[in-house]
């Protein structure tokens, strides 16, 4: 016991080599990201030359292990060396950063990624940088081997454990990295504390090696034995190469499955790997104690690759079951990386085991006696690492976009099998025909009855915790860095990105709030600035952002990562609204975004940034003040930069957190959230904002496009400010910086969802309304408060001066609380103090609605002065459709068209003069009242609204877009006692619909069901 206590000292030291070995992989990962970007490329590339580092260091201590006699000591100089080297490689890749530039940089385009010179440079860069670290980490297992295995009995028991150990760690390390270092200290002070580990393991080592007695702390003694002849076993160097290369193309191809389940964060890749390495870590532990020998580690060797094998594919068969088995767990009290561990372990544990048991198999097989361990587990480790790269890259790069995922499973379970197949033809000697029959079974059946594609998981999104299996998949695309999904949902499209909504994607206009956000992107900086001829969008998404920027720009240049993105997009063409892709303007660049812009000279009027999801690995660093600053550096003196974030990834204080980090950069800020949508947008500048006149120009300029945003009038967007300059420096007071070293959004953004803003965004700027710092008498303010929701409407009455106008306000309050009589007192009032006030009289003629279209009272009993034409229309236009007199209403529609968009009837004017063309039930005069209905903001008449698009796609013949309409009912448009009425009336519009084209029918369903929850 007392012999054993220096090998457990010594197992907690490699304990904490592994885990400040994953450390450093976790940062060095980021630290270069922010160099070469996170294009496929880089990636793939910083993850190569680490691995590859290891394996030369584990190949150069294959060759020098058995010429060190002090081999502990040697380990905690190396451990020293590799936290040494670890803290000068931020600053090396800092240098790397000016060489890449002084080397690429100054383009006059925009730089596409995967270029040969790139390639090359970041294959130099991240090897030469990494390579001495790494090659220190990977030549520390022989040297432990060399001074802990004394007999043969030890060979397999102690290099397994040792093994074992190391991944322990490595799990610990990668936990410790994501749910704790990052969140707490940052990316550079995390370093430090892996360097300081490796300090740790070295005065430990030293300490051990110092007091080791016996035959422990010695060399081992040369053979005095004639070892085993070496014959067939050589063949497990290209096995355990085979066997690294298909263990990492599983990784790969899970962690893309898992990430549909569990989400892209930091935390559910930690939770991934975690699982995966926490397997192989207990394989290696139960391998070493049976691979006593070498022909029970051969057999050992054959009956691991069928294991994997067939767990792979067993774990496959049930992979669709795991969204339903998740989202249950999501719903229940466990925590959340609970239930991202019980998916990870469910999918990549049982295989991961048998996979960790072939090092210690492997090993026992290369090694004769004692004397050779080292050696062999040195050429062991480098050669299966070797494959891990293969692995990894060929997944990644090519093996799953060229096969899928289903193929890729096919790919990896026929080599399993066939390196079980090579094990028992070359090393097995008993029962080897029997693990050659099952193994060529195993192939037969993979042939005849090929796994299916798992669509379940890949339809199934961890946002929304469900799986959506009704609708038809449009486009599916398995890409290098992201599998995209476009669901066909009703008349739209859905498109996803690993399961994450990237964006809504219409045939027709939709009214105003059903993409008030995405609009806006691309319509905002000509709003801001009326003279911007140049943008740079960053993230394509669905290409509804790029749907409505307005003609003043004439260049749009736009970074997209992932090529199926744009495939996805293409696949839709003339379907959609309007195609961007064959937008002339539009000049696609396939890179990342921070990579290209570090490289060119370019500058743009406007810079539009709307990434992914901010905790997902390709666009979190896009949230960061140094991107900010690189954005700004590619903007002209007047240029504006807008930035997207979705309401539900933040919090207050990550809502604070981007207002102050943006402040760092910009001198002006302002925050929009068109149509009380629930995203944001930031718009910012180093020159001032003159909002309201330059959207004023806008409009002059270009009055169609910006209809398109559902501006009319500066009103429309005063109204959707949020946040003017003084309200976002009176938010931003104390809040964090986000930066790349302390990436807040990025860590707490994946935990903020069930406390997000969505609905509390009005509640934090409640108190900045920019309308109070406006003198909104000056507005036509009766227009702003139709605009405005009842909560902002009522905080900046009290500003009014206006008599009038305060009248109507209460008139409004009055009749929200159902107080209709003294409505109509108040409302009499302010028409006795101004008979001429439009607002006043629109309010008078709309309060008589029913009365005017049932034909019980006349206009002049309500107004005593002669009405204008238009107002007249409105109400003759009632009384004729309360007649049916449809000619009468045709024939007002002049009339009624010269109402502006800001008089309080003009909702009215445009539902009579889509009426009429609705009941002509004329195919080209259905798609007039469409154009009528999607012109008009329905602010007071949201049922009507849907009604009327409902019957006007039925008669135009666009049946999915009628039933469309109708999926965007709400109890809260209608009263209780009015919803039997309509159902029904409604019912009998539906019986219009043809059944014929299954889409039609499976939305008639949808739109049903709708009424039948609307009439409960």
């Given at each position: ?260 389940l569990l989400g892209g964060s930091v935390y559910a890749f930690s939770t991934m ?627 502006g968009r800001t008089h309080s009837l003009s909702n009215h004017a445009a539902s ?105």
């Amino acid at each position: 016991m007392q012999r054993n206590v220096p090998f457990l000292l010594l197992l907690v030291c490699f304990f904490l080599s592994g885990l400040a070995g994953l450390i450093y992989q976790t940062a060095w990962t980021r630290e270069f990201a922010f160099v070469f970007g996170t294009s496929n490329l880089a990636v793939a590339t910083v993850l190569a030359a680490y691995m590859a580092g290891l394996a030369a260091g584990a190949a150069v201590a294959a060759r020098l292990a058995h010429r060190i006699t002090r081999p502990l000591l040697t380990y905690g100089v190396l451990e020293l060396g590799v936290g040494i080297t670890a803290l000068g490689v931020p600053l090396a890749i800092q240098a790397s950063q000016a060489l890449y530039v002084g080397l690429f940089g100054g383009q006059t385009d925009l730089p596409e990624a995967g270029g040969l010179s790139s390639a090359v440079f970041y294959m130099a860069c991240s090897f030469v940088i990494l390579m001495i670290p790494t090659a220190l980490m990977g030549a520390t297992l022989p040297l432990l081997v060399r001074h802990s295995v004394h007999n043969d009995e030890e060979l397999s028991s102690r290099i397994g454990l040792l093994y074992a150990i190391n991944t322990a760690g490595a799990v610990v390390g990668t936990v410790l990295a994501a749910f704790v270092l990052l969140p707490l200290i940052g990316l550079r002070e995390t370093i430090w504390a892996a360097a300081a580990v490796n300090g740790l393991v070295f005065l430990a080592a030293w300490a051990l090696a110092r007091s080791a007695g016996g035959d422990f702390g010695s060399a081992p003694p040369a053979a005095t034995r004639n070892p085993e002849p070496l014959g067939k076993a050589v063949w497990i160097l290209p096995l355990i190469f085979g066997s690294g290369l298909v263990s990492f193309t599983y990784e790969v191809l899970w962690t893309r499955l898992l990430e549909h389940l569990l989400g892209g964060s930091v935390y559910a890749f930690s939770t991934m790997l975690a699982s995966f390495l926490m397997g192989i870590a207990l394989g290696a532990a139960v391998g070493s104690r049976f691979g006593t020998t070498r022909s029970r580690a051969a057999m050992g060797f054959a009956i691991a690759q069928l294991g994997i094998a067939l767990l792979s594919a067993v774990a496959w068969l049930a992979v669709d079951e795991i969204p339903a088995l998740t989202a249950s767990l999501k719903n229940s009290d466990l925590p959340k990386m609970l239930v991202d561990w019980a998916a990870s372990t469910f999918t990549l544990f049982p295989a991961a085991v048998l996979l960790g048991a072939t090092f210690p198999f492997a090993v026992r097989i290369l090694a004769r006696d004692e004397n050779e361990a080292a050696s062999a587990s040195a050429k062991v480790y480098a050669v299966n690492t070797l494959g891990s790269v293969v692995g990894s890259i060929g997944a990644g790069f090519f093996i799953i976009p060229a096969l899928g995922y289903a193929g890729t499973l096919i790919f990896c379970v026929a080599v399993n099998l066939l390196l079980a197949l090579g094990t028992a033809l070359t090393l097995v000697d008993v029962n080897a025909k029997r693990v050659q029959a099952v193994a060529a079974i195993g192939i037969v059946l993979l042939a005849i009855s090929p796994p299916g594609e798992p669509l379940r998981i890949l339809r199934f999104s961890a946002l929304a915790n469900y799986a959506n299996e009704q609708d038809p998949i449009a486009y599916l695309g398995v890409g290098r860095a992201a599998t995209v999904l476009v669901l066909e949902t009703g008349a739209h499209w859905f498109l996803r990105t690993n399961g994450n909504p990237e964006g809504r994607i219409s045939p027709l206009s939709v009214l105003h709030n059903q993409a008030g956000v995405a609009r806006w992107l691309g319509g905002l900086p000509s709003i801001a600035r009326p003279d911007t001829e140049t943008m740079l969008v960053v993230g394509f998404g669905g290409g509804v952002a790029l749907e409505t920027i307005p003609p003043n720009v004439k260049q749009i240049d736009v970074i997209e990562l992932e090529p199926e993105v744009i495939a996805a997009n293409a696949s839709l063409g003339e379907q959609r609204w309007r195609d961007p892709l064959k937008d002339p303007r539009v000049k696609l660049h396939l890179n990342d975004a921070r990579n290209s812009l570090t490289l060119t000279t370019r500058r743009f009027d406007a810079i539009v940034s709307q990434p992914s999801h901010p905790w997902s690995a390709g666009a979190s660093h896009l949230y960061t003040q140094e991107f900010f600053e690189l954005a700004r550096d590619h903007l002209e003196p007047d240029g504006v930069f807008v930035q997207w974030i979705g309401l539900a990834f933040v919090d207050e204080d990550l809502f604070r957190t981007l207002l102050a980090t943006l402040l760092e950069v910009y001198e002006h800020v302002q925050v929009y959230n068109p149509s009380g949508n629930s995203g944001v947008l930031f718009l910012a500048s180093n020159s001032p904002f003159e909002t309201g006149d330059a959207a004023q120009r806008a409009i002059d300029a270009n009055p169609a496009a910006m209809r398109d945003l559902g501006v009319f009038a500066r009103e429309d967007v005063l109204a959707n400010m949020l946040l003017n300059e003084r309200g976002v420096r009176e938010l931003a007071k104390g809040a964090e910086i986000n930066r790349d070293d302390h990436n807040i959004l990025q860590i707490r953004s994946p935990n903020v969802l069930n406390r997000s803003l969505r609905t509390g965004i009005q509640k934090l700027t409640g108190d900045y309304d920019p309308l109070v710092d406006l003198d909104i008498n000056e507005l036509n303010i009766s227009y702003t408060l139709r605009l405005l929701g009842k909560m902002r409407a009522d905080r900046i009455t009290s500003n009014i001066k206006d008599p009038i106008t305060a009248k109507l306000a209460q008139v409004d309050r009055y009749i929200d609380t159902g107080k209709i009589e003294s409505a109509r007192t108040e409302l009499h009032e302010a028409l006795v103090e101004a008979p001429r006030n439009e607002e006043v009289r629109g309010a008078r003629i709309q309060m008589s609605r029913y009365a005017l279209t049932q034909g019980t009272v006349e206009v002049s009993d309500l107004i005593e002065l002669p009405l204008y034409s238009a107002e007249a229309a409105v109400a003759q236009g009632w009384r004729a459709i309360g007649e049916s007199d449809w000619d009468t209403l045709r024939s007002l529609d002049d009339e009624l068209a010269k109402l502006g968009r800001t008089h309080s009837l003009s909702n009215h004017a445009a539902s009579l003069r889509a009426e009429w063309r609705i009941e002509t039930d004329d195919e080209k005069l259905g798609r007039e009242a469409l154009t009528i209905i999607n012109g008009a903001l329905w602010d007071r008449l949201p049922l009507e609204a849907v009604l009327l698009r409902h019957r006007a796609n039925t008669v135009a013949k666009d049946y999915l877009a009628a039933l469309d309409s109708l999926l965007y009912l709400n109890k809260r448009f209608i009263s209780k006692g009015a919803r039997t009425v309509f159902v029904k009336r409604v019912t009998r519009e539906l019986r219009k619909v043809p059944t014929d084209d299954p889409k039609i029918a499976a939305l008639l369903l949808k739109a049903e069901a709708k009424l039948r929850a609307l009439s409960r």
